[in-house]
């Protein structure tokens, strides 16, 4: 069964903390996404890469960044956590090669920043 | 104006009723119109996907599509309790999809 792993289900951080989110897929897609998802706004894209080393600025990419070292891993990074960032993340991948549909999600990690 | 308007809900009907679930887009350059089910504490999986207009079915699922109008539709044939989640509607736009905000069902029993 292909899967998309989140490192963590749950973690609370402080203020000011940096914190690494990790995210790895294993049905060598091109595509990797991260979401963020709040009640009432849905999904909003922070950032997504199509190919390793490549990374694209979503819709709200401003306190985050990434890495893509390999296919498989994309990792999401809050540079200096603030309590406006506590939210639902979600990971995502898809094939790409003309197959913009099928995204596979992570079940989440729910960051609370204090 | 979004994108993509879906409205929130929550939606709450009888077990065993027609549920209709709708989305209207702003793009006409979309082709892949998907729904996406995602139940609480989990990530969305994808339920349904249409290429252009037309109807897809699958089970007690039918996906509609009106290029014409910008309005696409899931409608679900004798709900069940199980069907209780969130329903996101997504389109494509090159390498990323336009989501909607998501409607809550609630199929009570």
């Known amino acids: 069964d292909v899967k998309v792993t989140q490192s963590s289900r749950y973690l609370v951080k402080r203020t000011g903390e940096k914190v690494f989110l990790e995210c790895v897929q294993d049905m060598d897609h091109e595509n990797m996404f991260w979401y963020r998802q709040d009640p009432g706004l849905g999904l909003r894209l922070i950032y997504f890469?199509?190919?390793?080393?490549?990374?694209e600025k979503g819709d709200i990419p401003e306190g985050y960044s990434v890495s893509r070292e390999k296919k498989e891993r994309f990792s999401l990074i809050l540079e200096s956590a603030s309590t406006n960032q506590t939210s639902m993340y979600l990971c995502a991948s898809s094939p790409g090669h003309g197959n913009n549909y099928g995204y596979t999600f992570g079940s989440g990690t729910r960051l609370t920043v204090v | 104006q979004k994108e993509v308007e879906q409205d929130p809900g929550p939606l709450s009907v009888p077990e065993g009723a027609i549920v209709s679930l709708n989305c209207t887009y702003s793009?006409?350059?979309?082709?892949?119109f998907m729904w996406y089910r995602q139940y609480s504490r989990k990530g969305p999986e994808l339920l349904m996907y249409t290429y252009s207009s037309g109807n897809k079915e699958d089970g007690r699922f039918t996906a509609q599509v009106d290029k014409s109008s910008k309005y696409i539709s899931l409608f679900i044939r004798d709900s069940q309790p199980s069907d209780s989640a969130t329903y996101l509607c997504?389109?494509?736009?090159?390498?990323?999809?336009?989501w909607g905000a998501g409607t809550k069902l609630i199929i009570k029993p």
């Open positions: 890469s199509y190919d390793v080393k490549m990374k």
């Open positions: 997504a389109m494509n736009s090159n390498y990323q999809l336009i």
């Open positions: 793009n006409s350059a979309f082709q892949y």
